[in-house]
């Protein structure tokens, strides 16, 4: 009974603590309760099927599969709350001081906390389903006794408890003494995260350790004991660190005090809102970042996202001719269907088709089935570029390895010039995956002329795990671009290059093509 109580009781109160800060630190704004409950539910929902995947997460990435997705998650929540604090230091006082102001104030409420509803679900699947990981683990052999069920309970009402009590505490500040309280503590939360985040992929050997048990404070203060629990969710405490938790803890802090200051900076010199976002981006994601042997069909994706919007879709990228008969012939062709349920985030679902380079080589085969997602992190023209996220999984046919991508998504417009960066990582796991490492990058630029006709052109690169520009991937080309528009709410979108190979690892002529029909429902 207590050794259950105890382990639901720690987990919810880390938990509990995050979701109590993020409460506080937006008292006030618009429909926050329909958010935070959203967020609860998704997070609990995530925890139970992490849980019930729990074999075989464990058995990916060679073993390190729960230490890589726990990573993962962290990342994810350290951007999204490091973009909170540049984002409320902003806007937060002048929302709370013109609660009853309509319009614009709103929807940026609304919009904001649809993005922290996404930290608390990320908060409650970690804590979550480490519960039900160690209860399941506790209860091997012997079973749920009624005992070790009470106790659970008791944990669960005592770390929701606690969490009460610190809200409870923070509704008795001023509205200043709120934001610089829990804006100062989200901060150390995200550092916390990203130490925690660091310390997985060490353990998972993605990264170096950089010294173990810099110095050693459990005399004083146990990071296992329920206080250092408590101080570890809040602050990040670690009672014996090291040098990678200690270097991402301080990196963390110092990027997003910069990414403050860089925001008032402008604000005083009267300039475009920007850079802030696309640097909260590049800490959630840039960390992550490594590469596969072959990532799926090359495409630039764009950071904007229409609430509500269907979307079909047919691309791919094909070889027309190379000077190495070994490398001709290759396609690689993609159906998908796509589905924006909110203002800043799209998830497709696709189906990948390729044909693999050389004369005595079969035509199409069906090679993956692939989980993009688009995260908007803000309105177009609200920054001087507009910053998405992208996150990917694909999992291989049979024996195929599978890939995880993650990385920034930015586009720029200048009069009528749209240019747009994808800077993506991938990299594989599972059976035959490919260890090296490397990085994938592509740009698009269009002269927006008429809407159903934009010239441009596009670049895509790859490393694909060499270390001799020679060795990689890299193909430039002239692009067409356009929109027809077919009726109320119903577009057709196309796109169409010519790339030639900058690189003797790369085919020497290919051609990109991509068919869009968009709809609302």
Not at 139 to 155: D, E, K, L
Not at 185 to 206: E, H, K, S, T, Y
Request: aromatic residues 10%; charged residues 15%.
């Amino acid at each position: 009974m207590l050794a259950s109580a105890l382990i639901v009781f720690r987990e919810v109160l880390e938990a509990a603590l995050v979701v109590t800060v993020v409460m506080a630190a937006t008292e006030g704004l618009p429909h926050r309760k329909k958010w935070i409950a959203l967020g609860i539910a998704g997070g609990i929902a995530g925890a139970s099927l992490v849980a019930a995947l729990a074999d075989i997460i464990a058995n990916a990435f060679e073993g390190s599969g729960q230490d890589i997705v726990d990573a993962a998650i962290l990342f994810v929540a350290v951007g999204l709350i490091s973009w909170h604090v540049v984002w409320m230091n902003h806007h937060g006082r002048r929302m709370a001081a013109e609660l009853r102001a309509m319009g614009r104030k709103l929807t940026e409420g609304e919009r904001h906390m649809s993005v922290l509803a996404a930290v608390i679900g990320l908060a409650v699947m970690r804590e979550g389903s480490e519960v039900v990981l160690m209860l399941k683990g506790l209860w091997t052999g012997t079973g749920a006794t009624p005992a070790m069920m009470i106790g659970s309970v008791i944990g669960l009402v005592g770390g929701i408890g606690a969490g009460a009590l610190l809200y409870a505490g923070f509704l008795r500040l001023s509205v200043g003494r709120l934001f610089t309280l829990t804006n100062g503590l989200l901060v150390l939360i995200a550092a916390g995260m990203a130490a925690r985040a660091a310390n997985f992929l060490n353990q998972a050997d993605w990264l170096p350790a950089l010294g173990t048990n810099l110095w050693d404070t459990s005399f004083i203060l146990s990071d296992r004991s329920i206080m250092g629990q408590a101080m570890g969710a809040l602050i990040g405490y670690v009672a014996r660190p090291s040098g990678i938790e200690l270097a991402f803890y301080v990196a963390t802090i110092l990027a997003v005090l910069a990414l403050i200051g860089l925001t008032r900076l402008r604000l005083r010199a009267h300039a475009h809102r920007g850079l802030p976002a696309i640097m909260v981006a590049l800490i959630a994601g840039g960390v992550l970042l490594a590469s596969a042997h072959r990532a799926h069909a090359d495409q630039v994706w764009t950071p904007y996202v229409e609430r509500h919007e269907w979307e079909f879709e047919n691309e791919g990228i094909a070889t027309i001719h190379d000077h190495n008969p070994a490398q001709r012939g290759a396609k690689d062709v993609e159906g998908a269907i796509a589905y924006s349920p909110t203002a800043w985030w799209k998830s497709e679902f696709e189906g990948e088709f390729v044909r693999e380079a050389g004369p005595d080589q079969e035509g199409l085969h069906y090679d993956s089935f692939n989980w993009p997602n688009v995260f908007q992190l803000a309105d177009a023209g609200e920054y001087w570029f507009d910053p998405g996220l992208f996150y990917e999984m694909d999992f291989g046919r049979g024996s195929q390895p599978n890939n995880v991508i993650f990385g920034l998504i930015g586009a720029k417009q200048i009069g009528r010039v749209l240019a747009t960066v994808n800077l993506f990582g991938h990299k594989e796991f599972g059976p035959g995956a490919d260890p090296n490492g490397g990085f994938a990058y592509s740009e698009q630029t269009k002269y927006r002329w008429k809407r159903s006709l934009q010239p441009g052109f596009e670049v895509f690169g790859d490393t694909a795990g060499q270390s001799r520009i020679a060795d990689q991937q890299l193909a430039v080309g002239p692009g067409i671009f356009g929109t027809f528009l077919l009726g109320p709410g119903r577009d057709l979108r196309y796109q169409a290059s010519y790339l030639f190979g900058a690189t003797r690892a790369s085919p020497t002529q290919a051609i990109r093509w991509k068919l869009e029909y968009e709809f609302f429902l």
